[in-house]
């Protein structure tokens, strides 16, 4: 298993930017999940891509985008950032349906 | 909408002793998974167990156990002979089985500390 991994691991941007997100799934598995975790907070589900599709959003404004591609790897990308924007940002791949899934350690980011 | 709810923001323990954190939630769905997951300060999502709806016997993982009272709606975790290793944020999770996502819901977590 190679495991989850997100980069970068930390990231300032200025009010209004844009930002990518990058993650690279376990091998093998299909299906990737992002989520927004406010400090103190439960992660908070964005959007999820099955077979470079997207097949669920959470309550996020389209600003919020994302791709899959073939190769495991996928992106977050946050327009026109805002200062509540200011999260960590996590990656989950999954395999088997019902499995649970294997978590990145996330991107830490700061808007200011 | 599922919502899930953990009531106790912050725990602690003594090294050796046993703690329960509670979990309760709240659904329509009769077939759903529900799981506990551990994040330690490098901030990456463990999964520690999980229950799946239509099982009777509660899950157990070595040290960590799950009470399961579906009726209820209550996902407790146990964990025993605590180390200190077991400090960090627990956070109780629901996922449905309805629609195509396979979303997951957290609740707000439990913050465990671990005293030697």
């Known amino acids: 298993e190679t495991g989850v991994t997100q980069s970068p691991t930390h990231l300032i941007k200025t009010r209004g930017q844009q930002v990518t997100l990058r993650c690279s799934s376990q091998?093998?598995?299909?299906?990737v999940s992002w989520y927004q975790q406010a400090l103190g907070q439960g992660p908070q589900f964005i959007f999820q891509?099955?077979?470079?599709?997207e097949n669920g959003r959470g309550n996020f404004p389209p600003r919020f985008s994302g791709l899959q591609f073939p190769n495991y790897s996928s992106e977050l990308n946050v327009n026109a950032l805002e200062l509540d924007d200011s999260a960590l940002y996590l990656c989950?791949?999954?395999?088997?349906w019902g499995y649970g899934y294997t978590f990145g350690s996330g991107t830490r980011l700061t808007v200011v | 909408a599922q919502t899930v709810t953990q009531s106790q923001p912050e725990m602690s323990v003594q090294e050796a002793e046993t703690v329960t954190l509670s979990c309760t939630y709240d659904?329509?769905?009769?077939?759903?998974?529900l799981f506990w997951y551990k994040q330690p300060p490098s901030r990456q999502m463990i999964l520690v167990i999980r229950q799946e709806a239509y099982k009777q016997q509660n899950a157990t993982e070595n040290r960590f156990s799950v009470n399961f009272q579906k009726a209820a709606k209550s996902f407790s975790l146990k964990i025993s002979d605590s180390q200190l290793g077991d400090a960090a944020m627990y956070f109780c999770?629901?996922?449905?089985?309805?629609?195509?996502?396979?979303?997951?819901?957290f609740g707000k977590g439990t913050k465990l500390t671990v005293n030697p």
């Open positions: 091998s093998g598995h299909n299906t």
């Open positions: 989950a791949s999954s395999g088997a």
């Open positions: 999770a629901y996922r449905g089985t309805q629609g195509g996502s396979e979303k997951l819901v």
């Open positions: 659904t329509s769905e009769s077939d759903y998974y």
């Open positions: 891509y099955y077979r470079e599709e």
